[in-house]
Each structure stands twice: as structure tokens, then as C-alpha cells.
């Protein structure tokens, strides 16, 4: 009897384990499916050389790291992270449309991957394309509602689209996530300088100017803002300043001209206007040159009836 025990263990232990002729036969590969085998290997090394070449995010060769994403989608066209590592490549070198044929491919057979949602939108604010940036950017917002980026890109889109007000939300939520956002502050009052908020733009743009001071696109759109608000010895501060920083752009000394006028600072203002129209002269820009040469004999007879 304890013999007959132990046979039935030793069986139930071969049973567990599998007896040889339980194996399954090993199945043979026709020459067809080895080839593909062996592309998508060769393929998969490939973009895993390329992205040996990455550090923090960029490419340290991006000319090397192309060579390898293009012989991997070569073999194995299906690749999606080859694909986008790619488009990333070619918008740097500002091959736009090519980076724009894998977006598309992407999204077409992968339309949950968010990053090429997020970068084509990026390329369609490139082509002025705002409505479908703003349709790329929901998408993305949808899926991921803590991106203040997006939200940034989103604003954008609806700004250029002269929706404003909700361009506002946007910059809004973006600024709720990340206070410190340089373009939601910025483009926040931009956005409410187009509703006629100026109190509100001045506001937000003098978060900007914190954030960056030597910002001469921030400078000037804050001083557009104090002119709204009859601020002008504010608006001409900032203009002088901005003027320190970029002592050839003419339209700062035509700003600073109405500025100094609403100071009653004539004298002050025919200077400024004058060397406006010297300035886009010299530039080239006739038409502006002619404008403000108008705009100073209007000061002229004011001053001087």
C-alpha cells in the first residue's frame, strides 16, 4: 500500500511539472515571419541607439539621433516613440511639414498619445492654424487637466480667435496651477487690454514685469496700459526704459511722444517724434517715416499756432 502511495505522488509530481510528451512542439517560424523578426529587432536597436544619444530631454547629436530614428522607421514604420522622437528633431531644424507627417501619423493610429496632440498644436500655432491649436490643446486639457501649459497654448489660440473672454479662463487656470507663469501673466493682460480692462492688464502686466524686467515687449504693453488709465508720467518711465534697451526701435519713441503729451510735456513729445521718423527713415519703412512726420506737424501747430 505505501508503495502504491508513492507511485501516485511521483506521478502527480510529473503530472504538475509536465511529462515530455506534454510539450508543446516548438513552432516553426516561416521565412517571411523571421524576416520580420529579425527587421523589428534591427529597427528597436536603432531607436535604442538614438535615444542613447538623449540628455535631459535633447538630443546631443541630433544629427546622428535622425540618422537612427530614420533607419528605424524604415524597418518598422510603426514605431511610435521613433516617430515623435523624430518630429521633435525636425522642428528643430524648422522642417515643419515633415514634422507635421508623423504628428499626423500618430495621432491617426495612436489618438490617446497626449505628446503629439500637445506638439501638434504647437505646430498649428505655427501655421496661424488656431482653431484646430485650440481643438489639439482641449484635447490634451481633457486628458491631463493639470498641464498650465496647455492651458497657456489654449489661451493663445483663443486670443488670436478673438475670443478673449475665454482666453482669460485659460491664462486663469494656467496661473491657478503655476502663479509664476511668465506668458499666462502676460498674455492675461493682453488678453484683458482686448476686453478694455485696463486696470486688470496693468495689473497682470506689471506681474509680468517682475517676472522679467528686461523684457521690452512687457515694458511697452504695460505703458499702453498706464496710457489707458491717463497714467502718463508711468507709461513714459517704462517707454524711457524700454527705450534704453532697444535705442533703435522707432515705435517706442512714437509711444513715448503721446505719452509725454498727455504730461503736457510738448517740447518733449515733438523730440520724441522726431526721432521716430528719423528712425524707421533710416530703417527703410517710408510709410511709418511719413506717418509720424503727419503726427509731428499736428504737435507742431498745437504747440506753435
Known amino acids: 500500500m505505501r508503495i502504491s502511495a508513492l507511485l501516485i505522488l511521483v506521478a502527480l509530481s510529473l503530472f504538475a511539472s509536465g511529462c515530455p510528451k506534454d510539450v508543446p512542439p516548438a513552432v516553426s517560424l516561416t521565412p517571411e515571419q523571421k524576416a520580420e523578426q529579425e527587421r523589428e529587432a534591427t529597427a528597436a536597436a ?170 521690452s515687449r512687457i515694458i511697452m504693453a504695460r505703458a499702453r496700459a498706464a496710457m489707458e488709465l491717463k497714467l502718463f508720467t508711468r507709461a513714459a518711465a517704462d517707454l524711457q526704459r524700454a527705450i534704453a534697451m532697444e535705442p533703435s526701435r522707432n515705435a517706442l519713441y512714437a509711444l513715448l511722444a503721446e505719452a509725454l503729451k498727455g504730461t503736457d510735456d510738448m517740447d518733449g513729445a515733438i523730440e520724441a517724434l522726431r526721432k521716430a521718423s528719423a528712425l524707421a527713415q533710416a530703417s527703410g519703412d517710408e510709410g511709418m517715416a511719413e506717418t509720424y512726420r503727419r503726427q509731428l506737424e499736428e504737435y507742431l501747430d498745437q504747440t506753435y499756432p
Open 46 to 215: 536603432a531607436l535604442d541607439h538614438a535615444m542613447q544619444l538623449m540628455h535631459d530631454g535633447q538630443f546631443l547629436d541630433p544629427e546622428t539621433a535622425l540618422d537612427y530614428l530614420d533607419q528605424a522607421l524604415d524597418l518598422d514604420p510603426t514605431l511610435t516613440t521613433a516617430r515623435y522622437q523624430r518630429a521633435g528633431i525636425l522642428i528643430t531644424k524648422e522642417r515643419y511639414d515633415e514634422a507635421l507627417a508623423d504628428l499626423d501619423y500618430i495621432v491617426e493610429h495612436r489618438p490617446d498619445y497626449m505628446q503629439a496632440h500637445y506638439t501638434r498644436g504647437f505646430l498649428m500655432l505655427q501655421r496661424n492654424d488656431f482653431r484646430e491649436a485650440a481643438r489639439e490643446y482641449t484635447k490634451v486639457i481633457k486628458a491631463d487637466s493639470t498641464m498650465a501649459e496647455a492651458y497657456v497654448r489654449r489661451g493663445l489660440s483663443y486670443l488670436n480667435l478673438d475670443r478673449a473672454d475665454e482666453a482669460v479662463d485659460d491664462f486663469t487656470n494656467a496661473l491657478a496651477l503655476d502663479p509664476a507663469n511668465l506668458d499666462a501673466n502676460y498674455n492675461r493682460g493682453m488678453a484683458y487690454m482686448r476686453i478694455r480692462e485696463f486696470e486688470l492688464a496693468l495689473k497682470d502686466l506689471s506681474q509680468a514685469f517682475i517676472l522679467d524686467s528686461d523684457n
